[in-house]
DNA sequence: TCTGGGGTCCTAGGACCC
DNA sequence: TCTGGGGTCCTAGGACCC
């Protein structure tokens, strides 16, 4: 006998989005004001500042997430902008992993505000309650015990439940009838297709601006009319990876697994000045100014988390918003600021012989390394005392000592002890940038 | 009134090794 | 003397997501 291709069980997938994240947690916050003001935006900072999150009742002004603050407050002048604390959004968003956790075998953060879910072979467990169910009383406990409000999707893929989450929301658009941002929207198996023919293409997540654009100016804007393409000429535009994956996706198909989330791959740093920061000497003091403060917030954040770093990124924007980027991979992975700084600012001097007005600075590592709990702590103590002497400088500069490192754990010792204002870099950092000459002049 | 900050993934070319 | 592949690592850039 041959042997019969198992029938495949359907999935069970939940996507669990947080309604407004930034807003609702600025009014748990501060219950007193943002929790009393309907109108409420989240973000900002100067002059250059973007909305991180609108209140529903803001968005009906047509203010979305990524505008520019100024241009939000010119569409609502009684809206109130306020900030939100990072530490605050991020203690709110373990809270709520640890509910779904209890509740679901399957937990993956996909960002600070959205967990896939799966479900899958937990009927029987479930004692005969539906999916949808199932989602309302995952949906009600973690409003419970979180105070944070989410809409649910749920379908047989990642895919679907996340598109199924966007009618769940409360503002949807997409959704009609009684049951229109219910909270919960679930796709039945075997509808992803139709399902998926009543969206347009830049819907499908994956699609950006400019996969959008590609497609509308070739006549391609709805599902239907994607699936209507010869698969060759798909393939001629966008490549033949793409070019599948493009058609799985409008098909409603994606197998991609729902797995416990994994450690960060990178750990980065950015600060966008209020003004452009001139090429030449001033400039260049100043940003190397900047450049401390990121070292030390990406090496903080680095051993936090328990980690050392072989490559170091940085990144400069011009004032036209061209981007550049330089990397360097050491063969001994790093940890210390003191590393980052001296890394960063080979990088850094690279970028800026360009010439150009600087509006962004970032600083970033990757390919990241856990550190081993019982680290040869006798060599770094020979180290301490006479540098150089344990690995003798073979292929130049060494990039990190163990002095380095030491002084770096006695930094991060301090600022747990005293907080975050407790060292200062030595350099005093006003981040207002200083106003020079044009580059011309 | 121009466009934040934190990430992930993909592509493509060159170096280097087998 | 000329001519190959394949695999991996590194760097730069870009699209996309929340």
């Known amino acids: 006998?041959?042997?019969?291709?198992?029938?495949?069980?359907?999935?069970?997938?939940?996507?669990?989005?947080?309604?407004?994240?930034?807003?609702?947690?600025?009014?748990?916050?501060?219950?007193?004001?943002?929790?009393?003001?309907?109108?409420?935006?989240?973000?900002?900072?100067?002059?250059?500042?973007?909305?991180?999150?609108?209140?529903?009742?803001?968005?009906?002004?047509?203010?979305?997430?990524?505008?520019?603050?100024?241009?939000?407050?010119r569409k609502c002048p009684q809206a109130l902008a306020v900030p939100v604390s990072r530490a605050a959004c991020r203690d709110r968003s373990q809270a709520i992993r640890r509910t779904l956790e209890r509740l679901a075998p399957v937990v993956q953060a996909a960002s600070i505000d959205e967990f896939y879910l799966d479900l899958t072979g937990t009927e029987r467990l479930r004692l005969g309650e539906s999916l949808a169910q199932t989602a309302l009383h995952i949906r009600n406990a973690v409003h419970q015990e979180t105070g944070i409000r989410v809409s649910i999707g749920a379908g047989t893929n990642r895919l679907i439940a996340k598109l199924a989450a966007g009618r769940a929301k409360p503002a949807s658009e997409a959704a009609e009838g009684p049951a229109r941002g219910a909270g919960v929207w679930v796709v039945p198996p075997g509808e992803e297709a139709a399902f998926m023919a009543r969206l347009e293409v830049r819907h499908i997540p994956g699609v950006g601006p400019t996969l959008a654009t590609t497609l509308s100016e070739r006549g391609i804007r709805t599902v239907p009319e994607l699936l209507e393409v010869e698969e060759a000429w798909l393939v001629r535009w966008l490549g033949r990876d793409r070019a599948r994956n493009l058609r799985e996706r409008a098909l409603g198909r994606d197998d991609t697994p729902v797995t416990a989330s994994e450690p960060a791959k990178s750990i980065s740093a950015e600060r966008t000045f209020d003004q452009d920061v001139p090429p030449g000497p001033e400039g260049d003091q100043f940003l190397e100014g900047a450049l401390l403060h990121l070292a030390g917030q990406v090496g903080r954040n680095l051993r936090k988390a328990g980690r050392r770093a072989r490559t170091v990124h940085l990144k400069l924007r011009d004032g036209d918003w061209t981007t550049h980027g330089r990397s360097h991979t050491v063969k001994e992975p790093i940890e210390s600021d003191a590393a980052l700084v001296r890394i960063g600012h080979e990088l850094l001097r690279g970028l800026r012989e360009r010439g150009r007005p600087t509006r962004l600075l970032g600083l970033g590592v990757s390919g990241l390394l856990t550190v081993e709990a019982d680290r040869g702590t006798e060599a770094t103590q020979i180290e301490l005392a006479l540098p150089g002497l344990v690995h003798p400088a073979a292929d130049g500069p060494r990039p990190e000592t163990a002095r380095d490192r030491t002084l770096s754990a006695l930094t991060d010792a301090l600022q747990n002890r005293f907080g975050d204002g407790a060292l200062r870099p030595a350099r005093a950092l006003e981040l207002h940038p200083p106003r020079g000459k044009p580059p011309h002049a």
């Open 1 to 73: 006998m041959r042997d019969q291709p198992p029938t495949p069980v359907p999935r069970s997938i939940l996507l669990v989005d947080c309604d407004a994240f930034f807003v609702q947690v600025a009014r748990l916050e501060d219950p007193e004001v943002a929790g009393r003001t309907p109108l409420l935006l989240v973000g900002g900072r100067g002059g250059r500042g973007v909305v991180t999150s609108a209140s529903y009742e803001a968005r009906a002004y047509g203010i979305r997430s990524g505008m520019p603050m100024a241009e939000a407050l």
